[in-house]
């Protein structure tokens, strides 16, 4: 979902061989393994609702038959998950992958009560994920927004997660991030690029389609985030859902969300992770690379890829490095050109 100047302040917002180890660094975790047999049976229903934390209802798909498990978390937060799941097909290639809307998002519960749209829940409700499908340890991707969900549940329940991947991952901590990702879009948009942002958050959330102001939006800021090969490739639309669910993500679920981490810095809390972790970061990303250098020195033992040449889409912009890479960590070694920052 797209940031409000507002929000650009508060958020760093809006996946080859292996190398050898490094001196005091850890060797992968062997993979997680078949699905057991409460598992098997509940992945057999491919969509449908999952109880979340505080009632919650939370919309999930399934994508890939693999026999292992892996969750995916989406970005936003209050997006939807058909925004981003066709664009990662990769991680379903020998795996089922559970792709799942967020609380205040997509198909998934919109809140009459918005005091329930904070961090602490978004993390209890991909805990509730786990136990629904009866997963002892699970295997997590993230996108953008989805490694702040991802990285604090891992720390949070360290013995339930085998290997984290983290995609595009916003800023680890608010200051500085957030501040040069909202100077970095502005930057690059023009005087009328500009004044037509700042309209189109002050009248979405009552305008009669948000749907056309969100993708209107995106019309403006893709070219910044991705470039033009990447967005080519794009399978996935932005703003999908309902005038009321994208209204809602827009307007409520995103700045709540945001707002409940505060002025947030995850490195200590992140450095109770145990899940052999990777992360993968376009070089170009306006969500800078020192953020994710940051996120790979907090994970004990975690490794980092810099994709040249990509942006905040390295799955789109630079598949040909970003797909062998994940197929070689998600099998249990490090890719090629991933080091300890």
């Known amino acids: 979902m797209p940031l409000t100047l507002r929000r650009l302040r508060t958020l760093s917002v809006p996946l080859l061989a292996g190398l050898l180890l490094l001196p005091g660094c850890r060797s992968q975790q062997a993979p997680s393994g078949p699905a057991p047999s409460a598992t098997r049976e509940a992945l057999k229903t491919r969509e449908g609702y999952l109880p979340g934390a505080d009632g919650m209802r939370l919309y999930y798909q399934l994508e890939g038959t693999g026999p292992e498990v892996l969750v ?25 992958v559970i792709y799942y809307d967020h609380r205040g998002g997509g198909r998934s519960t919109l809140p009459e009560d918005a005091s329930l749209l904070t961090i602490d829940a978004l993390v209890e409700d991909l805990e509730a994920v786990r136990r629904h499908f009866g997963l002892e340890r699970m295997d997590v991707a993230a996108f953008s927004f989805g490694p702040i969900v991802a990285g604090r549940y891992s720390a949070r329940y360290p013995d339930r997660v085998g290997r984290l991947l983290l995609v595009g991952a916003v800023g680890p901590r608010r200051v500085p991030y957030s501040e040069q990702y909202g100077q970095a879009l502005f930057s690059l948009a023009s005087e009328a690029q500009r004044r037509r942002m700042m309209e189109l958050f002050q009248t ?138």
């Open 204 to 341: 979405w959330g009552t305008a009669e389609d948000p749907i056309a102001l969100c993708r209107e939006y995106w019309s403006i800021t893709g070219p910044m985030l991705m470039s033009a090969e990447g967005r080519a490739r794009k399978r996935s639309e932005h703003c999908v859902g309902t005038a009321e669910s994208v209204r809602y993500g827009l307007t409520k679920t995103s700045p709540r969300v945001i707002a409940s981490l505060g002025d947030w810095d995850l490195r200590q809390e992140l450095g109770a992770v145990r899940a052999t972790t990777l992360v993968i970061h376009g070089e170009a990303d306006l969500f800078s690379v020192e953020g994710a250098r940051e996120w790979a020195a907090a994970i004990p033992g975690a490794r980092l890829l810099e994709v040249p040449g990509a942006g905040h889409a390295p799955h789109l912009e630079r598949p040909e490095v970003f797909n062998p890479a994940v197929e070689t960590f998600l099998s249990g070694r490090w890719p090629e050109g991933a080091r300890v920052p």
């Open 72 to 96: 995916f978390v989406q970005g936003g937060p209050g997006g939807d998950l058909r925004e981003e799941a066709p664009d990662f097909g990769v991680l379903a290639k020998d795996r089922t």
